[in-house]
């Protein structure tokens, strides 16, 4: 074999093996591959039902180079917390404990474990790969599902009508030391967020844009394509939110308007001129929000927050709607 | 521990809820109906496919080959490599 090549982004070591039963071009897979990257061998997974208790394996096969347990739907974070407080009794230190769960096991039916984490702040990593919609029993409507998008149980003529929950918010209401939102098609900064939250002692939460073809109902060549885009358009913002304190990671000097990210996706067909409309304007409500969170909580902490780029980006988000194609 | 385990009845299985071996005996390339080829002339070594791979199914080498054991043929490679050295061919 030939050697490594030397100028890679990420490391090279890898923690999950081929043969795994994730669907073409799934979101999910690679996002496991870039985090257990950053978290390394000792690490163990607690896995509720998701998509990832499917691409895992049959009993007795894994994937995963490291141990995982498969847990009841509303239990990953419960079950992380017992984990990690076993592993403080035994005396084993430096182990993460991570509690890995799609948006549905962890907007909807494991919301009260992982509250219930946050609010004892356990040490554990709780990370939530975000397809928005339970995309393992044939893609129904979530709490994660954005306005607009068409589900099995929320169709073209109802489509989804309530915008996505904002579970970054639930957390940070819970005043835990770490949350930050990262997508799949930027692995370097998912593994730095992943590094930085494994060193941290409390309940760290991490939510992971994660594409799926199937559900989206797109081509599989597009699965890192439509993230970046979602990241481009600021429909999922790149944050980190450390004690309180928001930062926004990535201000993309020209916006592309949402209807690129739109235009990929069969689930998002429907939607008429004004409809896509009023889903810019959601997006950019939303994005002013997180600038003045940015800004304030950054006064508030009497952290020097990055002034000049932020006012900079504003004026490119002005002319957002009309340029850049 | 790669093989396939033949488990008949109830006394193959294993006796702990322990994991026997790696999905790695599963060769998802069956899975396949278009086939990635890369261009080695056009290609500049920038590791892109091998980094956006969902099924590991790049080596990790200079240069990068595909793992055709393994490759599922979602085209995220060809989709994503700059230099559009790779080409989505019909059949396996």
Do not use: D, N
């Given at each position: 074999m030939a050697e490594?090549?030397?100028?890679?982004t990420i490391p090279a070591e890898e923690y999950i093996c081929s043969g795994h039963l994730a669907c073409q071009g799934c979101g999910a897979a690679l996002a496991m591959r870039y985090a257990l990257k950053a978290l390394g061998p000792n690490t163990v997974y607690t896995v509720p039902a998701c998509c990832w208790s499917v691409i895992d394996g049959p009993?007795?096969?894994?994937t995963l180079g490291v141990p995982l347990f498969h847990i009841a739907f509303e239990a990953a974070a419960a079950s992380a917390c017992g984990l990690s407080a076993g592993l403080e009794m035994v005396?084993?230190?430096?182990v993460n404990v991570v509690a890995w769960a799609g948006d549905g096991g962890t907007a909807d039916?494991?919301?009260q474990a992982l509250s219930g984490a946050a609010e004892r702040n356990d040490n554990i990593l709780y990370i939530c790969y975000d397809n928005e919609a339970y995309m393992n029993t044939g893609v129904q409507r979530s709490s994660s599902t954005p306005w607009g998008a068409w589900t099995t149980t929320t169709p073209a003529r109802h489509f989804k009508k309530r915008p996505k929950k904002n579970l970054v918010d639930i957390m940070v209401a819970h005043q835990i030391p770490y949350v930050a939102t990262a997508a799949m098609a930027f692995p370097e900064d998912l593994i730095r967020k992943v590094?930085?939250?494994k060193d941290i002692e409390g309940t760290k939460y991490i939510q992971i844009f994660?594409?799926?073809?199937?559900?989206?109902?797109?081509?599989?060549?597009y699965a890192v394509k439509a993230v970046r885009l979602a990241v481009n358009t600021r429909i999922w913002p790149q944050l980190e939110v450390e004690h309180g304190v928001y930062t926004i990671n990535r201000k993309p000097r020209k916006y592309t308007p949402v209807a690129e990210y739109l235009k990929l996706q069969g689930r998002f067909a429907h939607l008429t001129e004004e409809q896509i409309e009023q889903m810019q304007e959601m997006v950019e409500r939303e994005w002013d929000r997180l600038l003045f969170l940015e800004k304030s909580?950054?006064?508030?902490?009497?952290?020097?927050?990055?002034?000049e780029k932020a006012a900079a980006s504003k004026e490119g988000g002005a002319g957002a709607a009309a340029g850049q194609g | 521990m790669t093989?396939?385990?033949d488990i008949r009845g109830a006394c193959d299985m294993p006796p702990m809820a322990k994991s026997l071996g790696r999905m790695s005996w599963n060769k998802t390339g069956s899975w396949r109906n278009v086939t990635p080829v890369i261009d080695y002339d056009k290609c500049t070594r920038c590791m892109l496919c091998w980094k956006f791979c969902p099924d590991l199914a790049i080596s990790c080498t200079d240069p990068p080959e595909i793992i055709l054991d393994y490759c599922k043929g979602c085209g995220v490679c060809a989709e994503e490599c700059p230099v559009k050295c790779i080409e989505m061919k019909e059949g396996l």
């Open positions: 490594v090549p030397k100028k890679l009993f007795p096969y894994t005396g084993k230190k430096g039916i494991g919301i590094s930085k939250a994660a594409s799926c073809p199937p559900g989206w109902r797109m081509a599989p060549e909580t950054h006064e508030m902490a009497g952290l020097p927050l990055a002034g | 093989e396939k385990i």
